[in-house]
């Protein structure tokens, strides 16, 4: 099990900046991969991107490629998804997840960080 | 990108109901499907990986079956705690899909 706590949501103009963080307890996580997916008000969920291990792939849903960058710091234990040239319907919660190996797909999900883009 | 058809949407039960909620992928994922449970305001949790193998913790009241492009949950003797939305999610290859969701009421 790992504890997921995600940080940095708020309120921003659309065409600007936010960077979202996700601290990450109780396991060793420079051994997993993890995503972000975020989920609309009322609506599903929506996976964003992914990041292996040690950070050397990822990957990035068309909705957000070429705007959003995910990055983790291993030596903090620490996800993050900076979000650039914002859109209205980026609004959404958005939550990080852990992937336990590629068979077993996500395990735990933090509680997730509300953003909201809005003029 | 493969499409993920959950079914139905929403459905209305009672306490020691069976029941059963079904996805459908465009494509062959072999096993690679999870099923997710949420609850308003709350995290999701995930219950079932590989189509048919329970999380660490989850009842055996849950179970999954299922290969290739149909695969389905099921939830037996439901319990007041059961109630919630639940999602399937093909991660066989990107980008992940889930479905649409089924919202499992009173």
């Known amino acids: 099990q790992v504890h997921l706590v995600e940080s940095g949501g708020g309120v921003v103009q659309p065409g600007k900046s936010l960077g979202l963080s996700c601290a990450a307890s109780g396991s060793i996580f420079r051994n997993y991969a993890f995503h972000w997916i975020r989920q609309p008000p009322g609506k599903g969920l929506e996976w964003v991107a992914f990041?292996?291990?040690?950070?050397?792939?990822?990957k990035y849903a068309d909705s957000v490629k070429g705007r959003f960058a995910i990055s983790r710091d291993n030596s903090k234990s620490t996800l993050y998804l900076q979000m650039n040239s914002l859109r209205v319907d980026d609004t959404a919660v958005y939550f990080c997840?852990?992937?336990?190996?590629?068979?077993?797909?996500?395990?735990?999900w933090g509680l997730g960080t509300r953003v909201t883009v809005s003029s | 990108d493969i499409q993920m058809t959950q079914s139905p949407s929403s459905l209305s039960a009672s306490i020691g109901d069976r029941l059963d909620i079904s996805c459908r992928a465009s494509h062959d994922i072999g096993n690679h499907v999870a099923w997710v449970q949420q609850k308003p305001g709350r995290a999701p949790k995930s219950l079932i990986y590989?189509?048919?193998t329970l999380q660490s913790g989850v009842p055996s009241r849950f179970s999954g079956s299922g290969s290739g492009t149909d695969f389905s949950l099921t939830i037996n003797d439901l319990q007041p705690d059961d109630f919630a939305t639940y999602f399937c999610l093909q991660y066989n290859r990107y980008p992940l899909v889930f479905g649409g969701g089924t919202k499992v009421e009173i």
């Open positions: 590989s189509a048919s």
């Open positions: 997840a852990r992937e336990y190996d590629l068979l077993s797909g996500i395990d735990d």
């Open positions: 990041i292996s291990y040690d950070g050397s792939l990822s």
